[in-house]
């Protein structure tokens, strides 16, 4: 048995040891319950494990596996990209890989000031949804009371004057 580590650094992300195998993984970006889950037990790793708990071998499975999911026989629907653009292949990223990815598909649709380039250049929302009462982003939403009063005194003053 090996020593509990208390961090353990996966895809250049720190996982909390404590935490049970499933529940740890999910903390990477791109991995879920469900493919934590299926990952966990196509691997024959004990669930109730603690991430810790487990040996360095296992968590180089784990990584690999990651690394590669199509050489387990996963599903395609169980990829993040079922159809890449640069592959045209169904493909799995996580973690850094999967921010680079989403953020030069923005810049593509930017470039081709698609529909969905000009709405995200311009902060809104790209599908589909109601604009009307969401999705200010810090704007403010509604009409501030003390506009209104400032606005209310200036026509009083305008009317006194004249």
């Given at each position: ?61 784990i ?32 973690a ?63 009317a006194?004057?004249?």
């Amino acid at each position: 048995m090996s020593e509990f580590r208390y961090i353990i650094r996966f895809q250049g992300k720190d996982l909390d040891g404590r935490k049970k195998v499933i529940q740890a993984l999910s903390q990477l970006k791109g991995v879920g319950l469900n493919l934590a889950t299926y990952l966990v037990s196509t691997l024959k790793i004990d669930a109730d494990l603690r991430m810790g708990a487990l040996s360095t071998d296992q968590t180089s499975e784990i990584e690999q596996s990651l690394k590669d999911l199509s050489k387990l026989g996963f599903p395609s629907w169980l990829f993040n990209r079922s159809k890449d653009l640069a592959t045209g292949t169904g493909i799995h990223l996580i973690a850094s890989d999967l921010a680079f990815s989403i953020k030069s598909d923005i810049d593509r649709e930017r470039n081709l000031s698609s529909w969905r380039g000009v709405r995200h250049t311009y902060g809104l929302k790209v599908r589909g949804q109601r604009t009307r009462c969401t999705g200010r982003k810090g704007r403010s939403v509604g009409v501030k009371k003390t506009t209104l009063r400032e606005q209310a005194k200036a026509k009083e003053t305008a009317a006194k004057e004249s």
